[in-house]
């Protein structure tokens, strides 16, 4: 899928990779929330493939970084300056971050992370449709989304990050056949 230059593509991107993601989901023999995560002995590399025990933890790291999108444009929009990424994180340490979106959400159920999800969705579309093409696409448009563009941020906490979903799916069914 190429990548989106406009807000039309860009709803369309996260629209198409959403029902996608479901659609997967929906395919896993004995349902997702029975899903466990074993991808010991195989040659995959990244922190997730370790970090990631089952499929709450795939949709409360979707949710954690759709919550991270939210909150940041929230502020900046409020006009009190935020980074994307929460003290003490950066860009080098954000895997500790992601651990710690993983930990903090370990009482959390498969049912409770799909409506987080679901609701965190809809209001990454809500924002998305509420920036014009030339807000979400013009780098440096606003000050606070730094060199790049706010559509990068969607792209990255929406479409992009269902792709990294399916992808763990589809390696989850693999393997487990």
């Known amino acids: 899928m190429a990548r989106a230059t ?22 896993i023999p004995g349902g997702a929330e029975a899903v466990r995560f074993d991808f010991s002995g195989q040659a995959l590399t990244g922190a997730h493939w370790s970090r990631d025990e ?30 994307f990424l929460p003290a003490p994180y950066t860009w080098k340490t954000y895997g500790l971050m992601n651990q710690r979106l993983a930990d903090d959400a370990k009482a959390v159920t498969f049912e409770q992370a799909a409506n987080q999800l679901r609701t965190s969705h809809a209001a990454v579309i809500a924002l998305i449709e509420s920036y014009s093409d030339e807000e979400l ?12 563009n706010l ?17 763990k799916i589809k390696q989850f069914l693999r393997t487990a056949a």
């Open 151 to 167: 559509a990068s941020y969607c792209i990255s906490a929406g479409p992009s990050h269902y792709g990294w979903a399916m992808k």
């Open 6 to 27: 406009t807000k039309a593509e860009l709803l369309t991107a996260a629209d198409q990779q959403w029902v996608k993601l479901w659609a997967l989901i929906d395919t």
């Open 54 to 83: 089952n499929m709450r933890d795939v949709l409360v790291h979707l949710w954690g970084w759709q919550r991270l999108l939210l909150e940041w444009v929230e502020s900046n929009r409020a006009g009190t300056p935020r980074s």
């Open 137 to 148: 696409f013009t780098k440096k448009h606003f000050g606070w989304t730094g060199t790049s």
